[in-house]
């Protein structure tokens, strides 16, 4: 919605002005979300006289619903909130359409919009908005944790915050099933410094069960971690903390672009896309006896593969591992939440060296098998031909084996591959790819040599000899 | 005296009359002769009575030894071995013993008299008789005597009366090649042949009838005789018959075609002249009704009715005028097409049917005109184009308005983004005003005129659409306009506009055949002006001829084989060993080269069109060919061995569905490769080209492999990415490379790097390539020489047609 000249009035609806910090009760943070409420309208809409009265109404109906959850602020520009509610109004075909935003000032993330349609009714049309308004709001709020240190693998403490301020409407704050995405929270140097966030890269936390009725979490509860890493919470980080924001609304789709860093080019390294490389997706789903832990499910799992621009769209749905192979290793790893984010970028270290080695590798694979089997069917011939006593015939087998592709020609070119492209990767700084490709190497050769080191060829000449000799032998 | 054991020997000695002369073998009594009691027996059987001795039956004479009868006095028969010299053998005797007896030499000779005694005899042999190898017969005994040949006659006589003639052929077929000059012979013969015209007629065959009553005249006419009344109503019947066999379907052509030809023979037939009478009024019909079309303004109304008079009778004197008038004011090209009807074209096979009426309906951005290393293309629609921003521009001057509509299209794949390989190429378009298009695309195109083409087909009609055969003539026109397109299968496409030019083509009308030689017959009576698709095994007899030109394409149509890389029957040892039982050599020599397919010597082929070994899926001329690469030789007992290999490894699950195309040579090829197969140890099962399946013979083409490799390899014309997930990294990251590819040099070195891995991997087992021909005559005057395509530029071609010749 085209945002008006009216944003520039949007409205600072009253309120508090509370920063005490944490406040902490027990085991529990019942510390209340500071919240910032901004309403625009489109001009249209704007310059009605209705329209101030809801802008005044919209404020109230959200204090009620949330309160003392949430306190709301009065002014938006002192971004003194931890919360803003973006409150957008238009007008399509006789109905007010609705589209709130929520933007957490903490983590510096802005959800997906929720938008919702109220009829338009004449003389009534503040409460109408209103209650669209905080259904909205209600829906697009996700609430913040805090996440314990410690715990056993696969599963992590969170604190939510606010917990004990019972709101009017529990659905808005609820934390039972829903997902989370981990922040790491670093503070500045100085208190007046802004704090450093950062997002702890593909991980997700799911809420096990919350025991505050209505899906409302009264103190800390279990989660889920759905992580790459082994066990990202486990210890303290000094002074920098963990926290959590809840996933929703969910976005309809979440595009999934791979680039490969580190690609030479004229200009010096660069990006490249990953463009038709195929990925595993296999669904993570609850499993064991107590229903805690995220594991795939290789049953249904499938192969996609990445467009040109090495993007591939994930429907907004249940989490997925998602599994990037190449040159017979895994390069990457990673759960992905669909929806819960518009667009993720994966930035994998260029594997054109393994790659390339890769594909070579395979090529000399698939002919070594063909190259032994015509070496066998040539010297069995040959011996069929001293067999009935043709010499020459025999002999004519015996080149023909020995003119095939023997040991040295693969390992000529399994060598020269390998060397080259370790070398390569080594300038590029790539020194794992160097090892990898050097262990791949000498598997191959070792693959080599236990094919094609057959003296089936040098027996079959010796009976050739033999045979030669014992014709001249004969006596006429 | 030699011993007798026989009936007829004895008989001999009970006439006391015959003396018998052991000429030969002669034998001496021995101890094993037989008991008196069955000589006795033996001599008591009586000689045959020759009015009850049947006459032998077809069989016997014709399988078993000839055999004559002597006739005696008596009216008994002895069975004897053939008489010389025949046939008047008594006679030759009887005037041999006047000369003797006359000689004034000889006169009271004892050589002269024993000469006559033995002359007073007739020698005979009795068959089976190992003992006494002839007899002396007094000749005065003899009635007559029978010969072989005599009852080989009597038993036709009897063979034509019960309406036996073709046992009665095979016997004066035997005379004929044993005999020739025996008395009557002639007379069967022509009896035969009478016998056998009426025949014919009643089972209504008259083409036969009056093929037997030609014979029988000219054997009348060789004998001295006139033709008898009876015959002559036979031939006539007949040749009404065979004239009224195709007037009655309105094949007026076919009816006077015959007509002429019996004529030739029989001018005199009452049925010739009404005949030529009814068809000579068709013709007046057809000249009328194409001046009258003519008179009205339908032109193409006109040309059908006269070309049908002129087929009809080339001729006649009122067609050559209105023929010449008509045609060169509205000129129709006759294309023969060679192949199967039913032709399927699929995205990764569209068949040369479908190719052809593209360039002749649809009018693509640019038209490979040329091909060496690669295709040339000439921009059919556009004024001028030029690349502009290192490439990644285009700007595009049509001739026509059409630069919004090709924008609109380019923005729509545009819009794809990613997802389709146009969507990934093509950032957007600008439209300056109706004719003057810029085409932005993401990065500079290696081949810019193949993908344009491709991403914007069918952007304008082509010069010729499609046209009904409806022409508004009375029935009786009408039927005979519809008939003269024959038996086989025709569509007509009229030019889009008037044409401006004199000369300048106004229709083509297609016609299919099925075969190469059917084609050449119709070209060669004129009743179509070029043949396509010409295979160039079928073309050489006319090398040499100056009334007709022969093109032969520059870009070649390669057959070869195509693996489902997703194929759960087949894994890579089993490819391997598929390719390792192609023999391609066999195909080329014994399906392509086929004998019975060749209208001229093979050896006369232009070097340029014999069939070569393809070594990929595209022209062995193409820059995007690797040259290390060398097809597997073909060694059966080794594809055996891969293919147990992969059987023990679990590859190798059902049997293999082979699909492949049904047009002569395929179809030899595939039966070829089917058995070698099976010999390897395969199970084939042939399917349907439109039902799933793991191996398929295809014929390909493309100009611009790099455009179109992806297109066969997944089945879609613009395929996704996702379409590529069966194949493999090392055919994948190639076929993307390409698309990537910002010089015509990049491409074809991946190009080359995708021939390698298709080749070690046997996704793709080439055959053979070959260029096929077309001929034309030189009344027709074409734009392009050496084109890649027919049709291209057909909207500038001329003709000036010339009457057919009678065929």
Redesign the interface.
Not at chain 1, 303 to 311: A, F, M, N, P, Y
């Given at each position: 919605m085209a945002a008006s000249r009216s944003a520039a009035a949007c409205a600072a609806i009253c309120g508090a002005v509370l920063f005490c910090g944490p406040a902490v009760a027990g085991d529990a943070d019942v510390t209340p979300y500071r919240v910032a409420v901004a309403v625009t309208a489109t001009p249209e809409l704007g310059e009605t006289v209705a329209f101030d009265a809801i802008r005044s109404r919209v404020g109230d109906g959200l204090r009620r619903a949330f309160a003392p959850a949430i306190e709301i602020t009065a002014d938006v520009a002192a971004e003194n909130y931890d919360k803003r509610f973006d409150v957008a109004l238009s007008a399509v075909a006789g109905k007010f359409r609705i589209a709130v935003t929520e933007y957490d000032a903490t983590f510096a993330v802005t959800s997906a919009p929720v938008t919702v349609t109220a009829p338009s009714a004449r003389g009534n049309h503040g409460r109408v908005i209103t209650d669209a308004a905080v259904a909205a709001a209600a829906a697009a709020f996700r609430p913040v944790a805090s996440i314990r240190p410690g715990g056993e693998r696969g599963r992590v403490t969170l604190v939510p915050r606010a917990a004990r301020l019972v709101p009017t409407d529990r659905r808005a704050v609820r934390l039972d099933g829903r997902f989370l995405t981990a922040f790491l929270v670093s503070p500045g140097r100085h208190p007046e410094a802004a704090a450093d966030v950062r997002r702890v890269p593909s991980t997700y936390l799911a809420v096990e069960s919350a025991r505050g009725g209505e899906g409302f979490a009264d103190g800390p509860v279990g989660a889920s971690v759905i992580s790459p890493f082994r066990n990202p919470f486990a210890r303290s980080r000094g002074r920098s903390r963990f926290a959590a924001l809840a996933v929703g609304p969910v976005h309809a789709e979440t595009e999934l672009s791979v680039v490969m860093s580190g690609t030479p080019s004229v200009f010096g390294p660069t990006d490249s896309?990953a463009?038709?490389r195929?990925v595993l997706v296999t669904p993570l789903v609850r499993d064991g006896e107590e229903q805690t832990r995220f594991l795939p499910r290789p049953a249904e799992a499938r192969?996609?593969?990445?467009?040109?621009?090495?993007?591939m769209t994930f429907p907004a749905g249940r989490p997925v591992l998602l599994e990037i192979r190449?040159a017979g290793r895994t390069v990457a790893s990673r759960p992905l939440l669909p929806g819960a984010v518009a667009t993720v970028v994966w930035r994998l270290p260029d594997d054109r060296y393994e790659?390339d080695f890769r594909?070579v590798v395979?090529?000399i694979e698939?002919?070594l098998?063909?190259t032994v089997?015509?070496r066998?069917?040539f010297v069995r011939?040959g011996n069929v031909a001293l067999d009935r006593g043709d010499i020459d015939d025999a002999e004519r087998w015996a080149e023909k084996a020995a003119g095939l592709p023997g040991a040295g020609v693969f390992l000529r070119r399994l060598d020269a591959s390998a060397a080259a492209n370790a070398a390569a990767a080594g300038e590029a700084g790539n020194a794992r790819a160097t090892a990898r490709i050097e262990r791949e190497r000498r598997r191959v050769t070792g693959t080599i040599k236990r094919f094609l080191a057959g003296t089936a060829i040098d027996t079959l000449r010796e009976r050739i000899e033999t045979n030669r000799d014992l014709a001249g032998l004969v006596p006429e | 005296m030699t011993s007798v054991r026989r009936s007829p020997a004895f008989v001999l000695a009970l006439f006391g009359a015959c003396f018998a002369t052991v000429t030969a073998a002669r034998a001496q009594p021995s101890d094993g002769d037989p008991p008196a009691a069955a000589e006795a027996a033996e001599a008591e059987q009586p000689l045959p009575q020759i009015d009850k001795l049947p006459l032998p039956s077809a069989a016997a004479l014709l399988a078993g030894p000839p055999r004559d009868r002597v006739v005696l006095n008596t009216g008994e028969v002895l069975i004897v071995e053939p008489l010389a010299p025949r046939p008047g053998t008594l006679a030759a005797i009887e005037a041999e013993y006047e000369r003797v007896r006359r000689d004034p030499a000889g006169q009271g000779k004892p050589s002269t008299l024993r000469k006559l005694e033995e002359l007073e005899h007739l020698v005979i042999s009795l068959p089976d008789d190992p003992v006494v190898a002839a007899y002396r017969l007094r000749r005065e005994l003899v009635l007559r005597i029978e010969y072989h040949e005599d009852l080989m006659l009597r038993r036709i006589d009897r063979l034509l009366a019960d309406g036996d003639t073709a046992t009665a052929f095979e016997m004066i077929d035997a005379l004929l090649r044993d005999a020739p000059a025996w008395p009557g012979l002639s007379d069967r013969r022509a009896s035969h042949l009478e016998v056998e015209a009426v025949a014919f007629l009643e089972r209504d065959r008259p083409f036969d009838a009056l093929r037997r009553a030609a014979e029988y005249r000219r054997l009348r006419r060789d004998l001295g005789l006139g033709l008898p009344r009876a015959v002559r109503d036979v031939a006539d019947a007949a040749a009404a018959r065979v004239v009224d066999a195709h007037l009655d379907g309105s094949d007026a052509v076919t009816a006077a075609a015959e007509l002429r030809r019996i004529a030739d023979s029989w001018p005199d037939l009452p049925s010739v002249t009404t005949r030529r009478a009814a068809i000579d009024a068709i013709v007046a019909d057809l000249v009328a009704a194409a001046a009258d079309a003519r008179n009205r303004g339908r032109l193409a109304a006109a040309a059908a009715a006269i070309e049908t008079a002129a087929r009809i009778a080339p001729r006649h004197p009122e067609v050559g005028r209105p023929f010449r008038r008509i045609t060169a004011a509205y000129p129709r090209l006759h294309v023969a097409v060679i192949g199967p009807g039913d032709a399927v074209a699929t995205a990764t096979d569209p068949s040369p049917r479908d190719r052809r009426l593209r360039r002749l309906t649809r009018a693509d951005l640019f038209v490979p005109v040329a091909f060496g290393k690669h295709a040339m293309y000439a921009g059919s629609l556009l004024r001028a184009w030029r690349p502009t921003d290192l490439g990644r521009r285009t700007r595009l001057v049509f001739r026509e308005p059409l630069a919004r509509e090709a924008a609109a299209r380019l923005d729509r794949l545009a819009a794809r983004?990613?997802?389709t390989?146009f969507g990934?190429l093509f950032a957007g378009s600008r439209a300056f005003d109706a004719a003057r298009l810029e085409v932005v695309a993401t990065r500079p195109l290696a081949a810019s005129e193949a993908i344009l083409s491709a991403a914007l087909p069918s952007l304008t009609d082509g010069p010729f659409r499609p046209a009904e055969d409806r022409y508004g003539f009375e029935p009786r026109v009408a039927a005979v306009v519809a008939a003269c397109r024959g038996a086989v299968a025709s569509r007509r496409f009229v030019r889009r506009d008037d044409a401006s030019r004199p000369g300048l083509l106004a229709e083509i009308v297609e016609h299919d055949f099925p075969d190469a030689a059917a084609a050449q017959r119709a070209f060669d009576v004129g009743a179509v002006d070029a043949v396509v698709g010409l295979p160039p095994w079928d073309a050489g007899r006319h090398d040499g001829d100056r009334s007709v030109r022969l093109e032969i394409s520059d870009l070649p149509d390669v057959t070869c084989l195509f693996i489902d890389p997703a194929s759960e029957r087949l894994g890579?040892?089993g490819r391997?060993a598929l390719a390792y039982a192609v023999d391609v050599a066999a195909v080329i020599a014994e399906d392509v080269l086929r004998e019975d397919a060749i209208a001229g010597p093979a050896a006369d082929l232009p070097a340029a069109a014999r069939p070569t070994a393809a070594v990929a899926a595209w022209a062995t001329t193409h820059r995007g060919i690797d040259p290390r690469v060398s097809p597997r030789q073909t060694?059966l007992?080794?594809a055996a061995?891969?293919r147990a290999?992969a059987a023990n490894r679990g590859e190798a699950r059902g049997p293999i569905r082979f699909s492949f195309p049904s047009t002569p040579s395929t179809a030899g090829a595939a039966s070829r490769l089917t058995a070698a197969w099976r010999r390897a140890g395969f199970e084939i099962e042939p399917v349907g080209q439109n039902d799933p399946w793991d191996v398929a013979l295809r014929v390909v083409r493309a100009p611009d492999p790099g455009v179109s490799l992806a297109g066969w390899l997944t089945g879609t014309d613009d395929p996704?990415?996702?379409d590529?997930?069966e194949w493999?990294?090392?055919v994948?990251?190639p076929?993307?490379a390409i698309?990537?590819a910002t010089t015509t040099e990049q491409a074809d070195a991946e190009l080359a790097r995708l021939h390698?891995?298709l080749d070690?991997?046997a996704f793709v087992i080439p055959l053979f390539e070959a260029r096929p021909l077309r001929l034309f005559r030189t009344a027709v005057t074409t734009g392009f020489a050496g084109r890649s395509d027919f049709y291209v530029g057909a909207e500038d071609w001329t003709l000036r047609r010339v009457l057919p010749k009678a065929p």
């Open positions: 896309p463009a038709g195929a192969d996609v593969i990445l467009d040109r621009d090495g993007r190449a790659r594909l395979e090529e698939s002919s098998i063909e089997a015509a066998s069917v011939r | 983004g990613g997802e390989r990934h890579g040892i391997r060694d007992a080794l061995t891969l290999i996704a990415v996702a590529l997930l493999p990294v090392s994948r990251e076929l993307l698309e990537r390698r891995a070690a991997e």
